[in-house]
């Protein structure tokens, strides 16, 4: 069955993925980027290459959702899923359901964050990532998907909806905040053992957890990117230069780079969820 590594985008999904392959895959809690490929992402092409024809046709792709689950977990085995996808029905085909999912962790970040890192990972302006957030109707990854192997559309909808979906049911659900990761990434990185252990066979121990910290920490990633270790980066719409995606991190502060507007529009739209999040 599938742990759901689950997160809206640039919410710190990829930093907690490293912290977690590292984790299972290493033995002295030294991190380097191949071992995230342990934990693929759904949807992906090749999840689907069985069940679908035409990855340009949404409607054919949510019809297989199920189905394409159901494959993977044909090896009875647990294996983490890293998405970005909501948790949502479309019509009749749901995007999981509990014969496939066994557990989720969820990764939120306060939404006046999300606009300066959407900008920045998707060639946006901060006009643009704010309607980004808050359009009912986002269907994509904002990759050139149908240039590449893997991409696949992924059905996002406003960010409200999109934690909505994935925390609804409590049962056998972490959340993780973003902000808590930076304050205190070691209670986290406990947290997260903690809850991985009622599912798997997780060895470990203090000096293998001090190691994870360090080498997974937003600094050694951002300088291991720069070294050209990492592999996932999207590209600049306009010149086709890689974009950073280990950005700003703990630097960006919606409080320096975010208009007046965007911040009221935000937490108008968002405001329970905002506050059951003590972000207000």
């Not at 056998?172 to 252990?197: H, S």
Request: glycine letters at 4%; one cysteine or more.
């Amino acid at each position: 069955m599938i742990i759901w590594l689950a997160s809206y985008p640039k919410s710190g999904n990829t930093w907690v993925r490293s912290m977690i392959s590292c984790l299972i895959n290493s033995n002295d809690g030294i991190f380097n980027f191949d071992q995230l490929k342990t934990i693929k992402q759904f949807p992906e092409k090749k999840f689907f290459k069985d069940f679908v024809t035409n990855f340009s046709d949404f409607n054919e792709i949510k019809k297989n959702w199920i189905l394409a689950q159901e494959k993977i977990n044909l090896n009875n085995k647990i294996q983490i899923l890293k998405t970005h996808q909501g948790k949502y029905t479309v019509g009749e085909h749901n995007f999981t359901d509990d014969k496939n999912t066994l557990a989720v962790i969820y990764i939120v970040r306060d939404p006046r964050n999300l606009i300066k890192s959407i900008s920045n990972h998707f060639t946006l302006t901060l006009d643009q990532a704010n309607n980004f957030l808050q359009s009912p109707e986002i269907i994509g990854n904002g990759k050139k998907w149908t240039e590449r192997q893997d991409g696949m559309y992924n059905l996002l909808g406003r960010w409200n909806d999109h934690y909505r979906s994935w925390t609804r049911n409590k049962d056998n659900l972490l959340l993780i905040k973003y902000e808590d990761l930076i304050l205190d990434t070691k209670n986290e990185l406990e947290k997260i053992i903690c809850f991985l252990q009622k599912y798997l066979k997780i060895e470990t121990n203090e000096n293998k957890n001090k190691k994870i910290l360090e080498t997974t920490s937003f600094e050694n990633l951002k300088k291991m990117e720069k070294e050209g270790f990492f592999k996932e980066n999207v590209y600049n719409k306009k010149d086709k230069t890689k974009v950073n995606f280990f950005h700003l991190g703990p630097e960006n502060k919606w409080q320096d780079n975010l208009k007046q507007d965007y911040v009221k529009e935000i937490e108008r739209n968002f405001y329970s969820e905002m506050k059951e999040l003590n972000y207000l």
